[in-house]
Antibody
Framework: QVQLQESGPGLVKPSGTLSLTCAVSGGSISSYNWWCWVRQPPGKGLEWIGEIYHSGSTNYNPSLKSRVTMSVDESTNQFSLKVTSVTAADTAVYYC??????????WGQGTLVTVS | QSVLTQPPSVSGTPGQRVTISCSGSSSNIGSNYVYWYQQLPGTAPKLLIYRDNQRPSGVPDRFSGSKSGTSASLAISGLRSEDEADYYCATWDDSHVVFGGGTKLTVL
């Protein structure tokens, strides 16, 4: 059964770049279609960041599109997220997950990234 | 301001039936499947309902989803204390996923 684990710095300076990686275990990243990132600011709701197909095609949230880049590395069974020019508003728990078009399952446990 | 509108909170007593609404538009709910997620305190969200009304394996049949036009609903019958959580609806809209603002369910 597929499991996901986020990793990356927990603290990023304002105007810097947030970089996270999601390690997929229990299955090949190439065996499924879409992989995505979702974030949740403290005490607030879920915000979809975007999704990436194992071949590299992407769809991004229009509100974040200019600052977000996703990539996939089939050789290491991982996919990644970069968000540039971060501000305090980007402080959130970031989740990686399998899924596309709204069907998101399973989710990683999430990692808190603070911009300060 | 979320594209999908959910009530901020609902409550019920054990054994009761509650419903959570999710209102959208023709570009999202009206033309795409709706998904529901349950987020227990301090944990990652979990898929509860997919494709409007389908339950993943392991989800009790106390949980049911429905959709009509541009609105969807999640019903929870036989309410239990462990159902106390945040619930989110989600769907596709113009090449991206949108979530509702979330509904906090309190079991009194």
């Amino acid at each position: 059964q597929v499991q996901l684990q986020e990793s990356g710095p927990g603290l990023v300076k304002p105007s810097g770049t947030l970089s996270l990686t999601c390690a997929v275990s229990g299955g090949s990243i190439s065996s499924y279609n879409w992989w995505c990132w979702v974030r949740q600011p403290p005490g607030k709701g879920l915000e979809w960041i975007g999704e990436i197909y194992h071949s590299g095609s992407t769809n991004y949230n229009p509100s974040l599109k200019s600052r977000v880049t996703m990539s996939v590395d089939e050789s290491t069974n991982q996919f990644s997220l970069k968000v540039t020019s971060v501000t305090a508003a980007d402080t959130a728990v970031y989740y990686c997950a399998r899924g596309g078009t709204g069907w998101i399952d399973p989710w990683g446990q999430g990692t808190l990234v603070t911009v300060s | 301001q979320s594209v999908l509108t959910q009530p901020p909170s609902v409550s019920g007593t054990p054994g009761q039936r509650v419903t959570i609404s999710c209102s959208g538009s023709s570009s999202n709910i009206g033309s795409n499947y709706v998904y529901w997620y349950q987020q227990l305190p301090g944990t990652a969200p979990k898929l509860l309902i997919y494709r409007d009304n389908q339950r993943p394996s392991g989800v009790p049949d106390r949980f049911s989803g429905s959709k009509s036009g541009t609105s969807a609903s999640l019903a929870i019958s036989g309410l239990r204390s462990e159902d106390e959580a945040d619930y989110y609806c989600a769907t596709w809209d113009d090449s991206h996923v949108v979530f509702g603002g979330g509904t906090k369910l309190t079991v009194l």
